[in-house]
C-alpha cells in the first residue's frame, strides 16, 4: 500500500476526560489514500525541542466523503501534549498510512476487544466489518467509565459490550472477566489492541478456545519506516520490526505471548 508524507490541516479538535482528545484532519493536497484497519499515522510534532522523532498513532477513523482523519490520542508525554495544544486551522505533518494491518479475510464472527487508547484501531476495524454486512462484537474496557469516551462512535456498527475495573459502566472488572467470554467459541477470530498485560491475556483465552488471535502492538518507535530497528519484537522466527512487519501480529507468532 501506497506510503505519503504530507501536511494536514486541523479541522477540529476535541477533548474529552481522561486526558484523551479527538484530532479531525484533512490532507492539505490531495486525498486520503485507501488504509488498513490497523494502520497508524506517524506524526512530526513541531515546535518542541523534546520531541524530535515522530509519534505513532493508529488509524481511529476515516471519512473517506469529507476527507477527514480521525485520531483518538491520550496525554502521555511532551508529544502528545504538544499535539493537544493544536488548534484549528493548525497543519501538522504525517508519514501515512504505516504498518500492516489487521487481516479480515473469511472472517464472519470477529470479536474485537480494546482497552484504553487500543480501543482507537478497532472503530475503523469495526466500520470495516460492517461495511462487508458483518455486525462485529465490540468489547470495551477501561479503569473507569471516564476511559471510554469512544463508546458512541460504535453504535451504528457494533454489538458494542463495555467492561469498567470499577463496575461504572457495563461489567464490572476486566475485559477478560466479562461474560462474553464464557462464549468465544461463537467467533471465528479475535482482534484485540491495548495495555500489553491485557492482550496477553486475551491471547491465551483465545489460545485456550482455539481460536486465532491477532494483536496490535504499540511498542515505542522512531522512524515508523523499518530504518532504525527500535521496535524490534522477538517472534518464533526471530526478531521482527514492529513498524513494518507489524503493529499487527498473530498472538501465536510473539514469544511474549507464548511464555
Ligand atoms: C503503532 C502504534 C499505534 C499507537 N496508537 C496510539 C493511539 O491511537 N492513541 C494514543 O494515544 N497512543 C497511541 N500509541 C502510543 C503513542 O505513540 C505514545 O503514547 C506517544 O508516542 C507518546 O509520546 P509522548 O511524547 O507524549 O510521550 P513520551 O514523552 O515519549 O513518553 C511518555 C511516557 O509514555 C510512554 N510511551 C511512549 N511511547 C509509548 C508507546 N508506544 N506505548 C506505550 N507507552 C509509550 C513512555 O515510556 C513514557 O513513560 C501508539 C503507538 C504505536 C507504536
Ligand atoms: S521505528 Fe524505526 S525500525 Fe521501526
Known amino acids: 500500500m501506497k506510503k505519503e508524507i504530507g501536511d494536514f490541516r486541523v479541522l477540529k479538535i476535541k477533548h474529552y476526560q481522561d486526558k484523551d482528545f479527538m484530532l479531525y484532519v484533512r490532507p492539505l493536497k490531495g486525498e486520503l489514500p485507501q488504509a488498513l484497519p490497523g494502520q497508524f499515522v506517524n506524526i512530526r510534532v513541531d515546535h518542541s525541542p523534546q520531541t524530535l522523532l515522530r509519534r505513532p498513532i493508529s488509524i481511529c477513523d476515516i471519512d473517506f466523503n469529507s476527507q477527514t482523519l480521525l485520531l483518538y490520542i491520550k496525554i502521555v508525554g511532551e508529544g502528545t501534549q504538544a499535539l493537544s495544544s493544536l488548534k484549528e486551522g493548525n497543519v501538522i505533518n504525517m508519514l501515512y498510512p504505516l504498518g500492516n494491518g489487521f487481516n479480515t479475510e473469511g472472517i464472519n464472527h470477529p470479536l474485537l476487544i480494546g482497552g484504553g487508547t487500543g480501543i482507537a484501531p478497532m472503530l475503523y476495524l469495526s466500520k470495516w466489518f460492517h461495511k462487508k454486512g458483518i455486525t462485529p462484537t465490540v468489547l470495551i474496557g477501561g479503569r473507569t467509565q471516564a476511559a471510554l469516551s469512544l463508546k458512541d462512535f460504535f453504535k451504528d456498527t457494533a454489538h458494542l459490550l463495555i467492561s469498567c475495573d470499577d463496575g461504572s459502566e457495563g461489567e464490572k472488572g476486566f475485559v477478560t472477566q466479562h461474560s462474553i467470554i464464557n462464549k468465544l467459541s461463537s467467533f471465528d477470530k479475535i482482534y484485540t489492541c491495548g495495555p500489553m498485560v491485557m492482550m496477553q491475556a486475551v491471547a491465551t483465552l483465545a489460545q485456550q478456545a482455539g481460536i486465532p488471535c491477532e494483536v496490535s502492538l504499540e511498542n515505542v518507535m522512531a522512524c515508523g519506516i523499518g530504518a532504525c530497528l527500535c521496535c524490534v ?20 507468532e510473539l514469544t511474549d505471548f507464548n511464555n
Open 233 to 252: 519484537t522477538p517472534t518464533v522466527s526471530g526478531n521482527r520490526c514492529v513498524c513494518t512487519e507489524g503493529p499487527v501480529f498473530l498472538s501465536t
